[in-house]
């Protein structure tokens, strides 16, 4: 296996850029179906470290893509119908803000939904 390395840093709180992603990561599995797929890409891209989790459940139901990020709004999981504090999604938008990123969630076309982060790649 050959690995190329590109290097693309970003300023931050470590801690605060790998929360946002492990929430993203935490609710591609609890929405896709069991032994669904998740796929995760790391690109740089106009000057933008992007980070994107797709997954392959039942995406977004029409009246929830305008409520996904408010704090306390949950969906109910697929196995089981439970839902979440409704918090997550809230904080990866201000940990987004706070290092002057973006973050996007949508439908995939086929199925499923996907994430985007993107955050400003630090200059030397």
Do not use: W
């Not at 740089?44 to 893509?65: E, F, L, M, R």
């Amino acid at each position: 296996m050959n690995i190329h390395e590109n290097v693309a840093r970003i300023s931050g709180d470590k801690f605060l850029i790998r929360e946002a992603i492990d929430n993203l990561i935490k609710n591609a599995v609890d929405l896709s179906s069991k032994n669904g797929e998740i796929d995760i890409s790391l690109s740089c891209s106009n000057g933008s470290a992007v980070i994107q989790i797709k997954d392959h459940g039942t995406g977004i139901p029409g009246y929830a893509q305008e409520r996904v990020f408010e704090k306390f709004y949950s969906l109910p999981r697929p196995s089981g119908g439970r839902k979440s504090s409704g918090l997550g999604l809230s904080i990866v938008r201000q940990i987004t803000c706070l290092h002057n990123g973006t973050v996007k969630l949508a439908n995939n076309q086929n199925s499923g939904a996907f994430a985007m982060l993107r955050f400003p790649v630090k200059t030397a």
